[in-house]
């Protein structure tokens, strides 16, 4: 008997997914009751799902009865940010070209970001940046470009779990610093590392508008040539990028 169709699509795999949504933005790990309050769904039915998932690797039940993301979803999560990396390129390339510094892009990763893409500058300056470093949302220009798309209770969640490590003596310490940066930042519409994650540098990095998974693009250098004036040049030319991003994304 055919599987009844939800809309347009296959209803347990929609369910499937919710569910997997649900646990990665409950940060990782959920019990089955908080899961059936959130999803909607029978008992019994989120509990098959929930079998059906461990069994083939894509949830693990932990020693104290709640669910968590498998291992198996890593390989998957690791090849989709290649390819949102490698179709973001030319827009880093391009910003690299026009503004002589580092071009980044990075995603939201359970409570992290991880950078998925980047185009060195011509100056030979070793930052902290690199393809598949993860770093703290706060205190990164990336991460607070991020944090302001999403909801207040959210971004506590966020950094409740992860932690605020202040590596600098300008890092943001604590949620509520963090809340009113974000409010600057939903208003101007692109974030500032103010030498937060690493003296000397500056960062300005701005969202890629509905994208599927929380992104950013960031272009980054030391003080001495990222400055207002810089800041005039980048902030147009980033939301030039993002925008290119997401019309790609959503095509």
Do not use: W
């Not at 030319?90 to 998925?116: C, F, H, R, W």
């Not at 798309?149 to 943001?172: F, H, K, N």
């Not at 500056?202 to 800041?231: K, L, Q, Y």
């Amino acid at each position: 008997m055919a599987e009844r169709a939800a809309g347009s699509g296959v209803q347990s795999v929609e369910r499937v997914f919710e569910l997997l949504e649900r646990i990665a933005d409950a940060g990782g790990a959920v019990t089955l009751s908080e899961l059936a309050a959130s999803a909607e769904l029978p008992l019994p039915t989120i509990h098959r799902l929930l079998r059906t998932l461990v069994g083939l690797g894509y949830a693990r039940q932990l020693p104290n009865r709640r669910y968590a993301l498998g291992p198996k979803l890593i390989r998957l999560g690791e090849g989709a940010n290649q390819q949102l990396g490698a179709l973001a390129m030319p827009q880093l390339k391009s910003l690299a070209d026009e503004l002589g510094e580092t071009s980044n892009m990075a995603v939201l990763d359970a409570d992290m970001v991880v950078y998925i893409a980047q185009v060195p500058s011509r100056h030979s300056m070793r930052m902290f940046t690199e393809v598949g470093r993860r770093v703290h949302t706060h205190d990164t220009g990336v991460g607070k470009a991020i944090l302001a798309q999403l909801p207040d209770e959210q971004v506590r969640g966020i950094v409740g779990r992860a932690g605020m490590p202040t590596p600098t003596g300008r890092s943001l310490g604590s949620t509520e610093a963090l809340l009113a940066d974000l409010g600057g930042i939903r208003e101007r519409g692109y974030s500032v590392d103010e030498q937060e994650q690493e003296l000397g540098v500056r960062c300005f990095a701005m969202a890629v508008p509905n994208a599927p998974t929380p992104a950013a693009v960031s272009v980054s250098g030391p003080i001495s040539r990222v400055d207002e004036a810089f800041a005039e040049r980048a902030v147009p030319l980033l939301r030039a990028a993002v925008e290119e991003i997401s019309a790609e994304l959503n095509r």
